[in-house]
């Protein structure tokens, strides 16, 4: 088989209120793994304090495409964390891919991370030139040098929402990150089981609509200091799990 074919793929997609955006997401990544896949699923966890309509939108969809389905993230559970954890233990198939619902990758880039998968256990992408607001842009640059001297994650991007997994990647590891600070959890754990990872630069576009789960000041695009505050001690406490 090619290197660039996989024999069955699952992809999942966090939303929470994306009606302006889930059902152009779901139809591109249908296209994108037919290129890449004999088979694949298309797994959207939507977080059930929804208020737009997504749910409604992806229902409808499901009627027309036996690959797609839906997974509700309760409300009492909220977290980006949680909804990789169960867009995880949902999927079906040897190798796992998950982007945000945003519209912010190009799906068609998934490619460039099938290439790479054959030789290891996780594939990452990193933005080339990353389209968010200044104030993102430095709080992401903070973000990822404090994760990497806390966990060594040794990763350009490590939040980027454009990875592939071997599903054997998770035998045995414990996940127990709610925030987005799951993504540096697997990639620090698998750093510790020795496994196999790699990077890939991927093209990023600006987010057009939709809401996304980051927690800014509305004048500023900085996170809240509440956020900071529960994202340094939930660090605190996975560096001393990894590292202990």
Known sequence: MSSNR???ISAFVPAY???QNIEEVVARLHRALEHVADQHEVIVVLYGGCSDGTDSIVN???QADERLS??????ERPGYGVALRMGIQAARYAHIFYTDADNQFDPDEIGRLVALIQDNDLVTGYRIQRRDPLARRVTAWVYNRLVDVALGTRVRDVDCAFKLYRRTLFDGMSLSCDTGLIDPEIVSKARRAGLRIAEVG???YPRKGGEGHFEAEPR???PSPGVVLGILNELWRLREEVRG
């Open 6 to 8: 996989l024999p069955a």
């Open 202 to 204: 991927v093209t990023h």
């Open 70 to 75: 839906l997974v509700i993230q309760p409300r």
């Open 17 to 19: 209120n994306e009606a």
């Open 60 to 62: 409808r969809m499901m």
């Open 220 to 222: 500023l695009g900085l």
